[in-house]
């Protein structure tokens, strides 16, 4: 063997050594469940074989919250506020496909408009409206995209640091979030799909917290464990995030139910900017911006934003769950 052929064959075995200790296999949805389910996890079973989780907080009779997570989290964000807000409310914490502990087909296609199908399945199986539906990042342009084509199923609309409706997170920040960068290559995301995503998950998570010491250990670890679900990383890998739908932004203002519009000034992932324009947009829009905050308040500022939510709801000319005012 020459000295060349004995060097490639030196790096093709690192190489095969990296990827042997980097790899890790899917966690079975038996583990999972176990592990991350509750006395309030539900499960329905849609016509196209998925398997949708969903956590049922509060009594039954009461005004119903739907909360829509962002990408590549889970029902358990909302714990926070849920835990808040639970005596007055019922909260429905939906887990998307790809995500949590919702178990989606192999034939699933991963977009959008099959995110907005799920929580519109939900919808439909309940029976439920004039909901308040929230919806944070990905989950606000999911929650705003349903919205949108069901006023008279919605009593309120809460986007929390919401994509969608702006410029792409990609072209608004100075860097794009790493996760956005490793997502438009091709050989990054077959990688993804394989590989430990520890690292890859802790910074994300400051990045969205920007505080190193609110992401624990504990906190990495879920992530990564509810990624390992069974198909969850072809759907993460496959969905196209942080772009701008034009035809929510034409179609806003004409949306005539009240919003509450929640960001953090020191959000990196979208940049309050974001949240600006998606409440100036909407006629009946409270805009609420917390300084020093990141990506996700209802985890940050648990007390405060959930406290904010529940005026919003309860008092004022605009408070959701008052009669719809005649159009």
Not at 20 to 45: G, N
Not at 119 to 145: D, F, H, Y
Request: glycine share 8%; proline share 7%; charged share 20%.
């Amino acid at each position: 063997m020459t000295k060349a052929a004995r060097k490639v064959a030196m790096i093709g075995m690192g190489a095969a050594a990296l990827a042997l200790a980097l790899w890790r296999r899917d966690i079975p949805f038996s583990v999972l469940d176990r592990r991350y389910a509750d006395d309030r996890s539900r499960w329905l079973t849609l016509p196209n074989g998925m398997r949708l989780h969903y956590r049922d907080i509060g009594p039954v009779d009461a005004p119903v919250l739907v909360c829509v997570h962002g990408y590549s989290a889970s029902s358990l964000d909302w714990l926070p506020w849920a835990e808040r807000l639970k005596s007055t409310y019922r909260l429905l914490l939906i887990d998307l496909p790809g995500h949590g502990l919702t178990a989606a087909p192999d034939s699933y296609e991963p977009s959008l408009l099959g995110m907005v199908a799920c929580v519109a399945a939900l919808m439909e199986a309940l029976s439920l409206a004039r909901v308040v539906l929230i919806g944070n990042s990905m989950g606000g342009q999911v929650a705003a995209t349903y919205a949108l084509a069901n006023p008279d199923r919605i009593a309120g609309l809460v986007l929390v640091a919401s994509i969608g409706a702006a410029e792409p997170v990609s072209t608004t920040t100075a860097s794009p979030p790493f996760v956005v960068r490793l997502l438009g290559s091709a050989i990054a995301r077959f990688a993804l799909r394989h590989i430990d995503l520890t690292p890859l998950v802790r910074h994300g998570l400051r990045n969205a917290f920007g505080d190193r010491e609110a992401v624990t250990d504990a906190l990495v670890q879920q992530y990564t464990d509810l990624a390992r679900a069974p198909g969850h990383r072809e759907i993460l890998t496959g969905l196209q995030i942080g772009q701008r739908d034009t035809a929510m932004l034409a179609r806003l203002p004409l949306f005539d139910r009240p919003t509450l519009v929640m960001s953090g000034d020191a959000d990196r992932l979208v940049p309050v900017a974001q949240a600006r324009a998606i409440a100036a947009a909407l006629p009946r829009a409270r805009l609420i911006v917390y300084p020093g905050i990141g990506h996700v308040p209802m985890q940050q500022i648990a007390e405060r934003s959930a406290a904010d939510l529940r005026d919003w709801l309860a008092a004022g000319p605009d408070s959701p769950f008052r009669p719809s005012r005649p159009r």
